[in-house]
Structures are given as structure tokens and as C-alpha cells.
């Protein structure tokens, strides 16, 4: 009489194998800084390796304000697609590889610079939190994060200064008195002369100053989802992306369903494949992006088809009389399951010194 065990063995922790792989980790260069306040450094913001590729990242820099600030931020050329915005607490910066510039094994991964400015003198920690990153196969990464030590020391950087010289002449007699003054439009100097005192107001030119007008328009449409594959009745979360402040949404989730929430949850009740659009609209317009055949349900028991990124769809872009923006989509997470019936499995019995944090055991029945 022949037996047929299913033993499943739930390893929650192993603590004494070896060869386990470190986590990676997104750390600041260099980790600590010094500046005035008034003037600004620089800091590059690095994933320590990335095993799977790198999709694309989101991430917020949380600091103290009262002493030192975020005021701008560039981008490395693999990140084709970035955003960069002050939010309230901190800085949020986002990244997406449009072209897999970032393969698998890839270490040492610039993810963006950020330009500090010292504010009062002080000391402040610099964190990371919000982390979302995704590799080439949708999986998640999940990085640990490291910090950020400034101090903020010494005077206020001096403002530019103008030097005006003036020449008074009394009863034949001349003195020179030079005077630096603030970059104003008068400066008030005082020149001396043998036994007078004579107030003279010079005219001086005042500092030029470029301004780039920013011009608005409609907002940059984009969105990703969580998951993308799955089991009917199928539950995804569907996350915003876009630039552009926009004010209202309008989801079409491809088989009759639609919401008007900015990150609505939604439900595939039916097995199929769905295109999805997200119309994102602000004062001065609206931008539509659709992402064909971007979910895909199938019936329990079935196998799950092995997913990629799909081609970046084309967005439709309303004309306002301000500008004609162009919309981007952001990247998406993927799934590669294959579901497959479990085997009978042998049991292994691991060396002495492995330590399982918890073991649980199912017996099915023999056979008759």
C-alpha cells in the first residue's frame, strides 16, 4: 500500500545559511556634510546594486527646514522619464528607465542629485521614506535606506556689494573717500574734505535679474498598478503619476467599470485582457493616456501567462491656448507566475546549527 505525503515546510528564518544575498541599500554621497548658511552643496542620492534591473524609483527626502532645505534636483541620463517637487516635510524626487538602460547586476546606481541650502546654524538628519522601486520584471524592491548627517555653520554669505568712490573739493584742498555699500539702486556717502562734511547720494545701476517664465499648462498624464496578472475575481490598485497639478480624474477600467478617485482600487470580476485609460484634468486643460491590453485576468486553475513591460502607449494630448504639453506614461510593475500543480516533494533533513523560526505541516490522506 503505497502513501503520499505533502509535507510543506514554511521557512520563516534561517539564520545559518550561507551565501544569502544583502539587501540593497539607496545611501547619500557623501554621508556627511558642512555648510554656511546661505550657500549650497551638492549630494548624490546611490542604489547599492541592483540584482534585477531598475524599472523606475520613487522616493521623498524628509529634513528639517529651520536649518536646511532642498532647492533643486538633476537626474541621471538613464532616467528619461523624472519628477521633482517640493512636498510638505521634504523633497520628492522620481526616476523611470525608459529604455532598460539599467540592467541586472548593475551596482553603485546613481538615482538623482539634490542640491542642499543651509538655512539657520545647526545640526539636521536627512532621511528617506516612501520608498517605491520596482526591477526590469515588476518586482519589488525593497531597499534599505541610510541618512544624512548636516551641519549648518558660520555667517550668512555676504550679498553682493558695489564700490562707489566719490571726490569733494574745499578751499583747494581734495580728499577721495571710497565707501562699499549693498547692491542698491542709491547708496548715501559721505566724503570729507578739510574741516567740512558734505552727505552726497551717488546713483548706482542695480543687479540685473534674469526670469524665466514658467508656463503652465495641462497636466502630464501618467499612472501605474498593482498587481497587473492574476486569478479572476482580480482586486488592483491603480496609483497616479501625473505632473501638472492636476484637480480631477476620470478612470476607464476597460470592461464598462470608471471611478473618479486619484488612486482608486478596482475589481476584475470576469477573466480577459483590459485596456485602461486616466484623463487628468486642471484649469488649463486635460491629457488622456491609455495603456492597451495593460490587465490581464484568467480563470482559477488556469495558467498565468509570463508578462513584460509592455510598449510605453501613445497619450492624446488636448490643445489649451498656454501650451501643448506632452504625456508620458510611468513604468508599471509585472508579474511572471506560472501555476502548476505541486509534486510530491522528499523531505530533506537540514544540517544541526540551522535555526527555523516556524514549521508548519499538512498530511493528506492516503490514497485508497
Known sequence: ??????????????????????????????????????????????????????????????????????????????????????????????????????????????????????????????????????????????PETGTLAVTVSGDVTAAPTTSVTTTTTTAGTTTATTTTATATTTATVTATATGTTTPVTVATTPPVVTVTPVIPGAPTTGFTADPVVGFAPLTVRFMDRSSGSPTSFEWDFGDGGSS??????????????????????????????????????????????????????????????????????SWKPTVSKTKKAAPDLTVTILAAGTALAGIAIFVRKRDP
Do not use: H
Not at 56 to 82: H, I, M, Q, R
Not at 265 to 280: F, H, I
Open 1 to 142: 500500500m503505497s502513501n503520499k505525503i505533502l509535507i510543506i515546510i514554511m521557512l520563516l528564518a534561517v539564520s545559518s545559511l550561507a551565501g544569502v544575498a544583502a539587501a540593497s541599500s539607496i545611501s547619500f554621497d557623501p554621508s556627511t556634510v558642512t555648510l554656511a548658511p546661505g550657500s549650497t552643496t551638492q549630494v548624490t542620492i546611490r542604489l547599492s546594486d541592483a540584482p534585477g534591473g531598475l524599472a523606475g524609483y520613487e522616493l521623498k527626502l524628509n529634513y528639517p527646514s529651520s536649518y536646511v532645505t532642498v532647492t533643486d534636483a538633476s537626474f541621471p541620463s538613464w532616467a528619461g522619464l523624472n519628477r521633482k517637487s517640493t512636498v510638505s516635510g521634504g523633497y520628492l524626487i522620481t526616476g523611470v528607465d525608459l529604455n532598460k538602460q539599467i540592467q541586472g547586476g548593475a551596482t553603485n546606481i546613481a538615482l538623482g542629485t539634490v542640491t542642499l541650502e543651509g538655512v539657520a546654524s545647526g545640526t539636521a538628519t536627512m532621511s528617506i521614506s516612501g520608498v517605491q522601486m520596482n526591477d526590469d520584471d515588476g518586482k519589488l524592491i525593497n
Open 260 to 329: 473618479m478617485t486619484e488612486n482608486p482600487e478596482y475589481t476584475y470580476q470576469n477573466a480577459g485582457t483590459y485596456s485602461v485609460s486616466l484623463t487628468a484634468t486642471n484649469a488649463l486643460g486635460s491629457t488622456k493616456n491609455t495603456r492597451a491590453g495593460f490587465i490581464t485576468v484568467v480563470k482559477p486553475g488556469e495558467t498565468l501567462p509570463v508578462t513584460s513591460t509592455p510598449t510605453l502607449a501613445a497619450t492624446q494630448a488636448a490643445v489649451t491656448p498656454q501650451s501643448q504639453p506632452t504625456a508620458t506614461s
